[in-house]
């Protein structure tokens, strides 16, 4: 059973910095993607950052300058870092990988930005 397992979420002021990481289990291909989503109270979930086959990354126009994703060559696992946080990052961050047609979740991990 392939798993996705997140960390590194918390609380932080603005301007401050959270790395997330992300690793997958119970697979035996690599995934042609993986990538990091975000859902706030009330909102629809969206792309935060995607890295696929090739290197090509993909940023979100509200965090392109601010968070940088990292993919681990040798694993399924993925890495955001966050930088200059603002209040309008909080949310939950899940991280995504795509492989064999199927797209896989992780459960999430918390992330709030307060003064």
């Known amino acids: 059973q392939v798993q996705l397992v997140e960390s590194g979420g918390g609380l932080v002021h603005p301007g401050g910095s959270l790395r997330l990481s992300c690793e997958a289990s119970?697979?035996?291909?690599?995934?042609?993607?993986m990538g990091w989503y975000r859902q706030a109270p009330g909102k629809e979930r969206e792309l935060v950052a995607v890295?696929?086959?090739?290197?090509?990354?993909n940023y979100a126009d509200s965090v392109k300058g601010r968070f940088t994703i990292s993919r681990d060559n040798y694993r399924n696992a993925v890495s955001l870092q966050m930088n200059s946080l603002k209040l309008e990052d909080t949310a939950v961050y899940y991280c995504?990988?795509?492989?064999?047609?199927?797209?896989?979740w992780g459960q999430g991990t918390q992330v709030t930005v307060s003064e």
């Open positions: 995504k990988g795509n492989g064999q047609g199927h797209d896989y």
């Open positions: 119970g697979t035996n291909f690599r995934f042609t993607s």
């Open positions: 890295m696929i086959s090739g290197g090509n990354k």
